[in-house]
């Protein structure tokens, strides 16, 4: 396979999606905490009506909304008080022509009422009278019983990353557990006689490990349950073995550095001596990320991702992330948050790759500007100190300054 001759980022999303099988990865029923961010492996639905009651939505009084057509300021329309309604409690009364009860917001409509009158538009002459200047509507101020969810209604789908705006949903009703997706169990196995531990101080010619750590990051946050290898010296033999027994303990693998084409990189020949169909890409039209490997041991997919770690970590997102998906489960389509900005300055690209650029978000009056962050790929500042990644498609020979872009956020997750 020729490392020179690089696949296209979308034919290289068709090629991982080819080549998984969609949700490899058991379920397990789990409390309802413990579910966000999970993939819900089985549809979750209401048992309930959402409200179970008709209730009020503001502090009024709940009267029959036919009783107070034509009351106005200048004539109001007399109803008789018979009570007020606690919150938490049942009520046993029910109204008659011309009666009206108190009631708070979120409080529960009594038999025969079908309106609440907000309490700024009557007035109380004595304790047993109620004058309303206002006409109500049917349902006006009122949630009626089932109107929000009725019994029976999907509250959410199967394969859908469960978010937090999701749990009060569920909630309210009375979900307290739910089946989701298990882990996927992802390797990471960092190479280089280069690096060493993050608790070490380099010597001169060393670096520590950057992308065990902030790929192991991305991973827990997608949902994954992360194995790391730690780090495997520049040995043929060492790393075939430590690649052997990542691959029969996760279901996913993910090596760091080594992917080129160097005398002593070692993932291509290593994934050549596992389980077939082994090596199916060398070579990625991404800048950065040109030196990525895809390949199946047996069933196990691996990825051999660029060392530097912005090139690393950009590979992981835009096409780790759609086999990890898939995996799991996932049948909703992962988008990430964008926001729309104007481009600071002339953005150069070649054409014939798809170019991600780290930029700065800064917001004005009329919205975001996006600054592009220039720098290497071995610089994982970048990505501290951007806000979000630009794509500059491999169509485009770059983008303009002055020309709207969409901005994929860093650490958003799309809905």
Not at 233 to 251: G, M, P
Request: hydrophobic residues 45%; charged residues 20%.
């Amino acid at each position: 396979m020729d490392f020179l001759h690089c696949m296209e980022l979308a034919q290289a999303e068709r090629l991982v999606d080819e080549h998984l099988k969609q949700g490899m990865v058991g379920e397990e029923e789990v409390e309802l905490l413990a579910a966000v961010g999970r993939v819900t492996s089985r549809i979750v639905w209401s048992v309930d009506d959402l409200p179970g009651y008709a209730r009020s939505t503001v502090d009024g009084f709940a009267i029959r909304s036919e009783d107070s057509f034509g009351a106005s300021e200048s004539a109001a329309a007399l109803f008789t008080l018979i009570g007020e309604i606690a919150m938490g409690l049942p009520v046993c009364q029910t109204l008659q022509p011309g009666q009206a009860m108190a009631i708070p917001t979120g409080g529960m409509l009594p038999e025969g009422a079908d309106a609440v009158v907000m309490l700024e538009y009557t007035e109380q002459p004595d304790a047993e009278s109620l004058l309303v200047q206002k006409m109500v509507a049917p349902s006006e101020n009122v949630v009626r019983r089932g109107e929000e969810i009725a019994a029976g209604t999907v509250l959410v789908d199967a394969g859908v990353r469960l978010c937090d705006k999701q749990v009060g949903l569920l909630a309210a009703c009375g979900c307290s557990r739910l089946w989701v997706k298990q882990r996927l169990k992802v390797a990471i196995i960092s190479t280089g006689d280069e690096l060493v531990d993050i608790q070490d101080t380099p010597r001169e010619a060393q670096v520590r490990d950057v992308n065990t750590y902030s790929l192991a990051a991305l991973l827990t946050r997608w949902g994954c349950e992360v194995k790391r290898y730690g780090i495997v010296r520049d040995s043929f033999e060492q790393f075939l073995r430590q690649l052997t027994e990542a691959t029969h303990e996760c279901q996913l693998v993910l090596i760091s550095g080594g992917s080129s084409v160097g005398a002593r990189d070692y993932t291509v020949p290593a994934i050549q001596a596992l389980d077939r169909p082994g090596l199916l890409m060398h070579g990625l039209a991404v800048k950065p990320g040109k030196p990525t490997i895809f390949g199946l041991a047996g069933s196990v997919p691996v990825f051999g991702l660029p060392g530097h770690p912005v090139a690393a970590w950009i590979v992981c997102e835009v096409l780790v992330r759609c086999a990890i998906e898939k995996m799991i489960g996932v049948t909703t389509n992962y988008r990430s948050k964008k926001v729309s900005a104007v481009l600071s300055r002339n953005l150069p690209s070649l054409p014939g790759r798809d170019d991600f650029v780290p930029v700065r978000l800064v917001e004005q009056a009329t919205g975001y500007v996006a600054e592009p962050i220039f720098g290497k790929s071995g610089m994982i500042g970048l990505l501290a100190k951007a806000d979000g990644i630009l794509h500059v498609p491999a169509a485009n020979s770059g983008l303009y300054q002055g020309e709207t872009v969409w901005v994929r956020l860093l650490g958003g997750e799309g809905v």
